[in-house]
């Protein structure tokens, strides 16, 4: 089917969510493309929209490669597969992981305005991004948010790998992938506009139009 732009993939995932009858108490959107989509999800839902944040470890000579993730609170995602393959060393992993927490807690400090994290301790948290291709990201999220003391956990996207997918269902309550395809190799490819979102545009979707 595809989706004319973030907007419109979020208000069709809202929709399904609505459908579904699942709900939650806050909505946490993974920047920077999961904020406009994030921003439909939680105007459906009447629900708050913050934010949860990673950033992708990369491999030592190909950055755009993702290694694994980790969050603002240190919570990392390893692919240990592909270290193995690569033979990545535990120096490299480790000051990575320093360097993209750090980096982590920054934007997230940013985002909010230097305010603090929502308390989630018990809360119904849905994640929601634009799209999910390796999953790296997502699955540091997906642990900040189960350290964070989250009673129940739903990841919602409107596209996705299906192996990932798959995969993910086994960490989180519950998923909410409109589409799945088999011909599946990059989240924009399910884009008619799929163009950057920029630091200051994605910040916009916090303030509640």
């Given at each position: 089917?595809?989706?004319?732009?973030?907007?419109?993939?979020?208000q069709?995932?809202g929709?399904?969510?609505?459908?579904?009858?699942?709900?939650?108490?806050i909505?946490l959107?993974?920047?920077r493309?999961?904020?406009?989509?994030?921003?439909?999800v939680?105007n459906a839902?009447?629900?708050?929209?913050?934010?949860?944040?990673?950033?992708?470890?990369?491999?030592?000579?190909?950055?755009?490669?993702?290694i694994?993730?980790?969050?603002?609170?240190?919570?990392?995602w390893?692919n240990?597969?592909?270290?193995?393959?690569?033979?990545i060393?535990?120096e490299?992993?480790?000051?990575?992981?320093?360097?993209?927490?750090a980096?982590?807690?920054e934007?997230?400090?940013?985002?909010?305005?230097?305010?603090?994290?929502?308390?989630?301790d018990?809360q119904?948290?849905?994640?929601?991004d634009d799209?999910?291709?390796?999953?790296?990201?997502?699955?540091?999220?997906?642990?900040?948010?189960t350290?964070?003391?989250?009673?129940?956990?739903?990841?919602?996207?409107?596209?996705?790998?299906p192996?990932?997918?798959?995969?993910?269902?086994?960490?989180?309550?519950?998923?909410?992938?409109?589409?799945t395809?088999?011909?599946?190799r990059?989240?924009?490819?399910?884009?008619?506009?799929f163009?950057?979102v920029n630091d200051?545009?994605a910040?916009?979707y916090?303030?509640?139009?």
């Open positions: 089917m595809g989706f004319a732009d973030r907007t419109d993939a979020g069709r995932l929709t399904e969510l609505t459908e579904r009858g699942i709900d939650s108490d909505v959107a993974i920047p493309g999961g904020l406009p989509l994030g921003r439909a939680a839902l009447d629900r708050p929209l913050d934010i949860v944040v990673a950033k992708k470890i990369g491999a030592p000579h190909n950055p755009e490669y993702a694994g993730a980790v969050a603002s609170d240190e919570s990392v390893l240990e597969d592909a270290i193995g393959t690569l033979d060393d535990s490299y992993l480790e000051t990575q992981r320093e360097e993209m927490a980096a982590a807690r934007k997230a400090q940013r985002y909010r305005r230097d305010q603090g994290p929502p308390s989630i018990g119904a948290v849905l994640i929601v799209g999910v291709a390796t999953g790296a990201t997502v699955r540091a999220c997906i642990d900040r948010v350290n964070a003391g989250a009673g129940r956990i739903v990841l919602a996207v409107p596209v996705g790998s192996q990932t997918i798959d995969d993910l269902r086994s960490i989180v309550d519950e998923v909410v992938c409109l589409e395809p088999s011909s599946f990059a989240v924009g490819q399910f884009y008619d506009r163009e950057q200051e545009q910040m916009t916090l303030d509640r139009s």
